[in-house]
């Protein structure tokens, strides 16, 4: 389970991918995760997601 609430969704995506994960891609296949929904939700208050960061910014 994901956190619900999108601050701390971000932390959460950022230190997966960081400590995990080479992109939001694999995250979301390893995990089982809806991708545009991360997205969405973390749009919502002014996060995108960076492939040559590999985080959202």
Request: proline content about 4%; aromatic content about 10%; overall charge negative.
């Amino acid at each position: 389970m994901i956190p619900n609430d999108p601050a701390v969704l971000l932390s959460f995506v950022n230190t997966k991918l960081r400590d995990f994960y080479s992109s939001l891609d694999e995250m979301c296949s390893d995990m089982e995760l809806d991708r545009k929904s991360i997205e969405d939700k973390l749009e919502g208050i002014g996060y995108k997601y960076k492939d040559e960061r590999n985080q959202f910014v």
